[in-house]
């Protein structure tokens, strides 16, 4: 505790304000297409262009990839479009965004489309603004012209892959277009190609596996508390300059609880007992085995494999097994797909032309129940997305001979019986990108959902619903939520808890078993997520309020819990109107994906005085829970109303050891009528 005082102290006093202020993204390195003849590669249309002329159908082509945070990138939209044709459609996506988000600004700054490539990445004026437009292309199934969904991804999250294909890429995008099978063949044979290191490996999957548990807690508490603690504080105290600066609003005198030096204590960070995942995605594609690796022009033998593609589609799929965060039991199954493939008719998709069949593979184990479940995800039989090809002749033998490799297998766990695979499902999908995570699984062997043992619970979950990938860790995070909602309670049966994002019921469930609350709601997005919660209710004990919709249902009037699959701001507030019929003190908690909250959630929770405390799980803690805390935190406003919050715990949890990633449980609670009061 001491030490974390120190550095707390010590990097208070290295930071200034504008130092943890927002940090612009840098310039653009953009060249002007040097021929005329040269086939424009990268075309980067600005907003103001498109506004400007509209016919103008200026092309530049940039060396570099850039992906940002304020880039969106949109799969699935047709090759060959016209630069005018692509801003229109562009244009018309922000204009239908704003549209359906009016209290959000939402506008580009500009977008470069490939002209081959079924792609176009689009640089939003604000990174806030990505989240809402990748939600509205995504939920609104919009569709190319053959009726392609098109799929909107964060262009961050692409950027690795994409920036370490760096140079390589450049040439060949430069080069004069060639077709889709010959640029495979040439990129199988290229002499460039080279074996992706061991190290490149856990540097991409685990980035910080030369660090000592010890140097890893420190990096991430000096992230926590630079990167998270000290912008909310220095953002909220911006908000207050902000009004004090409006003439036409009353002067607000900073809340006492800004005040001080250390107005947000970070507590020492808790780490998970083992870096060791439940979930695990790999991409099919190919192995490279270079017989000679000294010699200059060497041609590695393709390999199909089923790994890490760490380097993009040209370097291949590595083995996962140097990670320290795969466990054993699955490292063996990757070893028995990759046998299963050397003889496999059908060949493994290409990420990058969009042929082939296998595509990911993804599992989830239980060391507890000793379970696990398989999903493969496959290109539709009949070939994807601009495949010409047919599968459907191997397809179904295929899907027999894998089942029954992967059911055979008897997986060996140290110090422990060995597990089976105990539920395989199939995923078609056509798209470019990744599925929603509501896209339709096809069962085709054994139990349809995983059960997981946490704390005094267990739960099922299904293919497509969330569940936190480090069940040791996930313990520590949830054990911390029921004592801070705990604190609040002065008698649990009295207490409502309102479970934001609740997932499978994870949470609220836990606060129900371990008796912080006396009842739960809870609302997720996800269908599959919120029967899973429902069945998981049941059988931990508790009784499931009525549906409405299912009239002559013999459910009790008493409950103990509620699960809607809605989205929480469309839900909340009603939620909470009905709630205040009853005599109940209430409290939230709120766990949402990396996005945040919406500010509909937001505004609902401070609107509601009858909300004392906020828990809030963030696994972005640095990004989306700065915005959000600022929001519930800053003094009140026409779209913000109620008393502001203060922040009166933040504990860091090591979810993921080994990588940058890390949890936050922020504690948010109700300042006073008193604490309020304009204190010079
Ligand atoms: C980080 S997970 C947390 C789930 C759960 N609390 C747990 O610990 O397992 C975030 C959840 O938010 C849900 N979600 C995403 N957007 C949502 C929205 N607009 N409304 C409600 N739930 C949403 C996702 O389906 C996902 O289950």
């Keep these: 505790m001491k030490e974390v005082k120190q550095q707390m102290t010590q990097i208070m006093e290295e930071l200034t304000a504008a130092e943890i202020g927002h940090q612009e993204e840098g310039a653009n390195a953009v060249a002007s ?7 424009p590669i990268l075309a980067e249309t600005t ?28 799969h699935n939209v047709m090759k060959f479009m016209k630069n005018k044709e692509t801003a229109k459609m562009v244009t018309s996506w922000m204009k239908a965004a704003q549209e359906k988000y009016p209290d959000k600004t939402i506008d580009f700054e500009k977008f470069r489309k490939p002209p081959q490539d079924s792609f176009v990445v689009i640089t939003m004026k604000e990174e806030s603004m990505c989240p809402l437009l990748i939600q509205y292309i995504n939920e609104n199934k919009l569709k190319n012209k053959r009726g392609y969904e098109l799929v909107a991804k964060p262009g ?12 390589a890429d450049d040439t060949e995008h430069t080069s004069a277009p060639t077709s889709k099978r010959q640029r495979i063949i040439d990129e199988s044979t290229s002499a460039a190609r080279r074996p992706v290191t061991e190290e490149e490996v856990q540097n991409k999957v685990t980035p910080l596996w030369q660090l000592s548990a010890d140097e890893q807690k420190s990096k991430k508490m000096t992230n926590m508390i630079k990167g998270c603690a000290m912008k909310i504080v220095a953002n909220v105290k911006k908000r207050f300059r902000e009004l004090d600066r409006d003439k036409k609003r009353q002067t607000v005198q900073l809340y006492a609880w800004l005040k001080g030096d250390r107005s947000v204590f970070v507590e020492n960070i808790v780490s998970a007992p083992t870096p060791l995942r439940n979930k695990c995605e790999f991409n099919f594609g190919y192995r490279y085995q270079f017989d000679d690796e000294n010699k200059e022009d060497a041609e590695p033998t393709k390999i199909p494999a089923v790994g890490f593609m760490v ?31 050397a003889t496999s008719p059908l060949p493994p998709y290409d990420v990058k032309d969009h042929v082939g069949f296998w595509r990911v593979m993804t599992l989830r184990t239980s060391r507890r129940t000793r379970e696990c479940m398989v999903i493969i995800q496959h290109t539709p039989p009949s070939g994807g997305v601009g495949d010409e090809s047919s599968y459907a002749g191997y397809f179904e033998a295929e899907q027999v001979r894998l089942v029954s490799v992967l059911t055979a297998a008897e997986l060996q766990v140290p110090n422990d019986e060995p597990i089976k695979v105990t539920c395989v499902f199939f995923q078609e999908f056509g798209g470019v990108s990744h599925p929603p995570p509501e896209h339709p699984v096809q069962h085709v062997f054994g139990k349809k959902t995983l059960t997981e043992r946490l704390g005094q619970c267990h739960f099922q979950i299904s293919p497509g619903a969330f569940f936190q990938v480090n069940t040791e860790g996930a313990e520590i995070l949830y054990q911390m939520v029921v ?12 207490m409502l808890l309102f479970d934001v994002c ?12 371990e008796g912080a609350v006396g009842r739960v709601v ?24 009525k549906d409405e919709s299912n009239e002559g249902d013999s459910t009790p009037k008493s409950w103990d819990v509620a699960f809607v699959a809605a989205r929480a701001e469309q839900v909340l507030s009603k939620e909470i109107g009905k709630a205040k019929e009853e005599n109940l003190q209430f409290v939230a908690v709120v766990d949402p994906a990396r996005e945040g909250l919406h500010n509909e959630v937001l505004r609902t929770l401070r609107a509601n005085r009858r909300i004392k405390r906020i828990v809030y799980v963030s696994c972005n803690p640095t990004g989306s829970l700065v915005q959000d805390a600022t929001l519930l935190c800053q003094p009140a406003s026409k779209k913000y109303p109620g008393n502001a919050f203060r922040i009166t715990s933040a504990s860091p949890v090591d979810m993921f050891p080994l990588t940058d990633h890390c949890e936050m449980v922020m504690t948010f609670d109700r300042l006073s009528e008193k604490e309020l009061e304009i204190s010079s």
């Design 156 to 167: 961050a999250e692409e950027s690795n892959d994409n920036k370490k294909r760096g140079a």
């Design 502 to 513: 609740c997932g499978t019921g994870t949470i609220g469930l836990t606060c129900l078993k």
């Design 311 to 341: 380097t993009g589609w040209a370097g291949g799929v590595s083995r996962p097994h140097v990670c320290q965060n795969i466990p054993t039991e699955v490292c063996q199954l990757v070893d028995l797909v990759d046998t299963f493939l």
């Design 47 to 74: 907003a103001s262009e498109v506004k400007e002329t509209e016919s103008s159908e200026k092309n530049t082509v940039e060396r570099h990839w850039d992906f940002s945070n304020r880039k969106v990138i949109v």
């Design 522 to 545: 809870g609302v997720d997005i996800s269908e599959p997520a919120i029967k899973d919660a429902k069945v998981n209710a049941v059988a931990n004990g508790f009784t499931v309020r």
């Design 483 to 494: 004592d801070r909602v705990k604190e609040v309670t002065p008698s649990a049966k009295d």
């Design 33 to 39: 297409s040097s021929s005329p003849t040269e086939e």
